[in-house]
């Protein structure tokens, strides 16, 4: 398994202002994902995270909206931008090591309301 | 295209009795599949995960679960529900075929558990 942290773990916001979102881990992997959770909702991918690179975004993700930094093998972040009430959600991270049968492993989340 | 289905939203068990959740996934090849759990307020935690072989998996926590092909199945089991088990259950399934790491969830089964 991975150890991974999350800050913030909550936090309530503005509209029209920006949170950024930092993923941690442990030891190295070779893939780290953001996942938005909405109020009684599934999961559902927002992007992947490549290191020393643009992140790979899902359809009907933008990065525009959700910049994604990874600038090294144990750490990632994600920024919500220009936030409105339909943000607010749980984001999650996870982390995939080499060769794992795409096995991921979770953050505690970051819980965002956005008023 | 990849899709998993939980077809219980809310399951309520009494303390004691035997669980059974439901998943039921669409995947041209055999996929990978697993089953996570959130405790309110949590991130995920990976119950069981199967690859291949023995069809039959134990996981954590005394739960295991039965991958059926024939049926497209993937349902988890647990013998006796404890009151620590009350939670949100997430299916999800992964691509064998890709690298990507990207695993679809199912919309979750809420488990509810009477004293």
């Known amino acids: 398994s991975a150890v991974i942290s999350q800050k913030p773990s909550r936090d309530i916001c503005q509209r029209g202002t920006s949170l950024t979102i930092q993923c941690q881990v442990d030891?190295?992997?070779?893939?780290m994902f953001w996942y938005r959770q909405q109020p009684g909702q599934s999961l559902t991918l927002i992007a992947t995270?490549?290191?020393?690179?643009?992140?790979?975004?899902e359809s009907g993700f933008v990065i525009d909206k959700f910049p994604i930094s990874r600038p090294n093998l144990t750490f990632s972040t994600l920024t919500v931008s220009n936030m409105s009430p339909e943000d607010s959600s749980i984001y999650l991270c996870?982390?995939?090591?080499?060769?794992?049968?795409?096995?991921?492993?979770f953050g505690p989340g970051t819980r965002l309301t956005v008023l | 295209a990849q899709s998993v289905t939980q077809p219980d939203i809310h399951i309520t068990v009494s303390e004691g009795a035997s669980l059974e959740l439901r998943c039921n996934y669409s995947?041209?090849?055999?996929?990978?599949l697993f089953w996570y759990v959130q405790s309110p307020g949590q991130g995920l935690q990976l119950l069981l995960k199967?690859?291949?072989?023995?069809?039959l998996v134990q996981g954590i926590k005394g739960f295991e679960a039965e991958f059926k092909r024939s049926q497209s199945s993937f349902n988890l089991r647990k013998p006796s529900v404890h009151w620590s088990d009350a939670a949100e259950y997430f299916c999800?399934?992964?691509?064998?075929?890709?690298?990507?790491?990207?695993?679809?969830f199912g919309q979750g089964t809420t488990l509810q558990v009477k004293p």
């Open positions: 996870s982390v995939k090591r080499v060769a794992s049968y795409n096995e991921q492993f």
């Open positions: 030891s190295q992997v070779t893939m």
């Open positions: 995270a490549n290191q020393g690179s643009e992140a790979t975004y």
């Open positions: 995947y041209g090849a055999t996929p990978y």
């Open positions: 199967y690859f291949s072989g023995d069809t």
């Open positions: 999800a399934v992964g691509a064998s075929s890709s690298n990507t790491g990207k695993l679809i």
